[in-house]
């Protein structure tokens, strides 16, 4: 694909020495946003466009229950054994109220049940495209290129720092104090267990999490349509239908497994249900189609 666009630029250079160009602009909606373009021609069978699409930020809103990697207690008996320790360390430690000072966490008197998640699209993306004209009228094919994340999809706690709690609990969990040693002994670090998968927040993240599906940035485009680039009147309309190759999507999260933080790749076999059905669905999308419609003006 990109031996095919350097062969086109070099095309377009050599016509554009002797055609008549043409300059437009153009604004459209479609299945990449609402698109706004600036354009040019070359003689009657070249077109070039340059512009953005802009996709609108859709959110999905939902929650998801905390708990164990093995279920072993439920986030009321934690908050309960979270009491315990703060009664246990006044002891220790006289006047210090609920504050556990083990690089400065709080165990609060109630620990979160659920976590308030939103999911987030952001596609916004610029394009280079080139249209060929066969037969020199409105028929189309066009190359080309468009440019945006590679992180389209974001999923993430809706408050932030909301997670903190969780954070200190599973570094105490991890490092306990001597001061509490005995109490927490035995227990089990908090999160999310999705099949075999077990989310929770990494420390290094401030009491936050997120989720992400991921292509790639730079996406080749192939597709045809009917109307010109630069209309031969003053006002014109275009239709494209193709598509961009994205790569095949991944699913990326952060998760706590053989001792250690990190963002895994979630693989449609870890998970069961309609979690995993829409996993593998996603996962095997590795174009994105383009359906859009232009209004296009001729300035000169």
């Not at 990109?2 to 479609?30: D, E, P, R």
């Not at 939902?62 to 207690?73: R, V, Y």
């Not at 504050?99 to 280079?128: A, Q, W």
Request: hydrophobic share 40%; with cysteine.
């Amino acid at each position: 694909m990109k031996k095919l666009l350097i062969a086109c630029s070099a095309m377009l250079l050599t016509l554009g020495a002797s055609a008549q160009v043409h300059f437009g602009i153009g604004a459209g909606a479609g299945t990449t946003g609402i698109a706004l373009d600036a354009s040019f021609t070359l003689g009657k069978y070249v077109g070039v466009r340059g512009g953005v699409d802009i996709m609108p930020q859709i959110k999905v809103k939902t929650d998801i229950n905390l708990g164990t990697k093995e279920a072993s207690a439920n986030m009321a008996q934690l908050t309960a054994k979270a009491q315990e320790i703060n009664a246990a360390y006044k002891q220790y430690h006289p006047g210090a109220g609920d504050v556990i000072d083990l690089s400065n966490p709080i165990f609060n008197n109630k620990l979160p049940e659920k976590m308030d998640v939103e999911g987030k699209l952001k596609n916004t993306t610029g394009h280079v495209l080139v249209d060929l004209y066969p037969g020199g009228g409105s028929f189309h094919f066009t190359l080309g290129a468009y440019f945006g994340p590679d992180e389209i999809v974001s999923v993430y706690n809706k408050e932030d720092g909301f997670l903190s709690p969780i954070t200190q609990w599973n570094e105490a969990v991890r490092n306990p104090d001597p001061s509490y040693a005995s109490y927490i002994a035995g227990q089990e670090m908090i999160g999310a267990k999705i099949g075999k998968y077990f989310f929770t927040p990494d420390p290094a993240d401030k009491g936050n999490v997120e989720a992400n599906i991921k292509v790639k940035g730079f996406r080749p485009y192939v597709g045809l349509g009917f109307g010109r680039a630069v209309p031969k009147k003053r006002i014109g309309c275009q239709f494209d239908l193709g598509v961009q190759f994205w790569g095949k999507p991944e699913i990326v999260a952060p998760t706590y497994e053989n001792g250690s933080y990190q963002k895994q790749k979630i693989e449609e076999g870890g998970v069961e249900g309609d979690g995993g059905a829409a996993i593998k669905t996603v996962s095997k999308i590795a174009v994105y189609p383009v359906l859009n419609f232009r209004l296009v003006g001729r300035i000169f």
